[in-house]
């Protein structure tokens, strides 16, 4: 395989020739990649390039396709097990074959239909394309750049007693506090983050809502749109128990109310005396 083209990957390859089977694609250093005929569209001929993904078929021959896969080679992902044999456990990872994941990579046996966190890459012993469970091999230990309050993105990788471990930009480990969740989530989902801070020793706290004045002009934004879909009325308030806060909205009573005072004094919305109930502003429709 020659350097120019990146196995579990995609890339924009040419068309050198025709065959009954299929088209092969430039794949430089005079090698040939076979695009199999069900993926070629109708019109494409030689001299044209394409956006393929190029995997391992069947037969361990390198090929291209036009389907897009769950997951690249680098990356993490939540897979379903789509089969086992003596070997391993073969997952789902939207290809025609599926993505072998060794007994020696697994955690705990895995069971078909069962979801699992993997790391994939390509083993250097076979040159096949592999999962792994053992995430934390993967993961970098270098110390990470991030600023406080910065927007990263999230795959919830485990459920721990003080909170969710997750993956921050496919490089780095955090945990999410279960204090600072305010609606379910699930592990294996991708989410929005926010740094809350880098650790010295490199670990580092993630939220799921930004923080401080950002926090509660997103949820301003928010609380304005539930508004206009209900009529203009909001039926809590100030005495609303925390708990009934979170549950509707998915935040803190903290935010919650800073983000109605936020509302209140740009004449948004006007707040009942007893403090109840919160209703749009006729100046602020």
Same mark, same amino acid.
């Not at 799921?208 to 401080?212: D, F, N, R």
């Given at each position: 395989m020659n350097n120019q083209v990146k196995l579990g990957d995609f890339n924009?390859?040419? *068309?050198?020739? !025709?065959? %009954?089977?299929?088209?092969?694609? %430039?794949?430089? =250093? !005079? =090698? !040939?990649?076979l695009m199999p005929s069900r993926y070629v569209r109708q019109g494409l001929a030689v001299g044209d390039e394409v =956006? *393929?993904?190029?995997?391992? =078929?069947q037969e361990e021959r390198i090929v291209a396709t036009t389907e897009r896969p769950f997951v690249r080679v680098g990356e993490f992902a939540c897979l379903r097990v789509a089969w086992v044999n003596k070997f391993g456990a073969f997952l789902d990872w939207g290809l025609m074959k599926d993505l072998f994941c060794p007994f020696g990579e697994q955690k705990k046996r895995m069971e078909v239909g069962s979801h699992h966190i993997v790391h994939v890459h390509i083993d250097e012993e076979s040159y096949r394309i592999v999962a792994s469970a053992k995430v934390e091999h993967f993961l970098s230990q270098e110390m990470p750049p991030y600023r406080m309050n910065e927007a990263v993105d999230l795959l919830v990788w485990q459920s721990t007693d003080m909170g969710y471990k997750v993956i921050i930009d496919n490089t780095y480990q955090g945990l999410v506090y279960a204090n600072q969740v305010f609606r379910p989530i699930h592990i294996g989902e991708r989410l929005r983050g926010y740094i809350s801070r880098v650790r010295p020793d490199g670990k580092i706290d993630v939220m799921?809502?930004?923080?401080?004045r950002r926090q509660t002009i997103d949820f301003a934004d928010t609380l304005t749109d539930y508004l206009l879909a209900h009529d203009g009325i909001c039926p809590y308030g100030d005495k609303t128990p925390p708990e009934i806060i979170k549950e509707v909205f998915g935040v803190s009573k903290k935010t919650f109310k800073k983000a109605v005072g936020d509302l209140y004094r740009r004449h948004v919305i006007v707040i009942d005396p007893d403090g109840t109930h919160i209703k749009l502003s006729s100046s602020g429709t």
């Open positions: 924009r390859l040419r *068309v050198v020739r !025709e065959v %009954d089977f299929g088209v092969y694609l %430039d794949g430089g =250093d !005079e =090698d !040939e990649i =956006d *393929v993904f190029v995997y391992l =078929d799921l809502q930004p923080a401080g």
